[in-house]
């Protein structure tokens, strides 16, 4: 069962969980719009040193949004979020809970690449963020999930450390949309151990999907 291997890159002892489908997404004007946008912004210096722009990718309906911190050297490359060893683990993340890559919608707070992975500055945060706060007003999520302390830093307007966060269903904008904080994949192969705590996030975001799945049903 493709599942079991997804477990054990977490380091999980296999049970069967039911699956949560989302609807086919739809391409939009407004989507087409706002991606001309971002791949031709220069507003920062950012721009001088990339690639590509990494717009994001997924279910534009999805259900669940996963929300990340910037591209890395490899997202660059290929202008897609999360891949190589952290893009592998999100996925094995996401498939625990019944999800496939298509099935939600990845982006990160920043759409450029930080020179040589550095965190992103204030200006360049401050800079990006209105392209992603356009995609979570067209993907109309039930559920943001943020990955990692400066994605969760943004989306909440906290410096709380993001052991403080995570357990709890806090709400992001002035639709109040609930979000659900979690590690960064990078930080969990770094950390491994850390693995069954987020293990535990997953469990809760699946558990507040199938909450809300079932009021909206």
């Given amino acids: 069962m493709q599942q079991e291997h997804y477990l054990q890159a977490l380091g999980i002892q296999s049970f069967e969980r039911r699956h949560l489908t989302c609807p086919t997404a739809q391409t ?7 991606q001309s946008r971002v791949a031709a912004c220069t507003a920062c210096s950012l721009h001088q040193g990339r690639t590509q722009t990494v717009f994001g990718v997924g279910n534009r309906e999805a259900k669940l949004m996963i929300i990340g911190e910037a591209p890395g050297f490899h997202e660059d490359q290929q202008g897609e979020p999360f ?3 952290a893009g592998q683990l999100l996925t094995a993340m996401i498939k625990t809970i019944g999800f496939d890559r298509k099935d939600v919608f990845i982006a990160n707070i920043l759409k450029c690449r930080p020179p040589n992975n550095r965190d992103p500055n204030a200006e360049e945060v401050a800079t990006c963020t209105p392209f992603l706060d356009q995609q979570i007003a067209l993907v109309q999520p039930i559920l943001l999930m943020a990955v990692g302390r400066i994605a969760s830093h943004y989306l909440l307007n906290t410096k709380s450390s993001l052991e403080s966060l995570r357990n ?3 709400v992001y904008g002035e639709n109040s949309i ?4 979690t590690y960064h994949p990078a930080y969990l192969l770094r950390n491994p151990a850390d693995k069954k705590k987020a293990y535990a996030d997953l469990l ?3 558990k507040t999907l199938s ?3 079932g009021e909206s049903s």
Avoid: A, S
């Fill in 204 to 206: 809760f975001i699946h």
């Fill in 178 to 181: 609930p979000l659900i904080v």
């Fill in 211 to 213: 909450k809300h799945h």
């Fill in 168 to 170: 709890k269903i806090h």
């Fill in 83 to 85: 891949v190589g060893r």
């Fill in 28 to 34: 939009t004007p407004d989507w087409d719009n706002l």
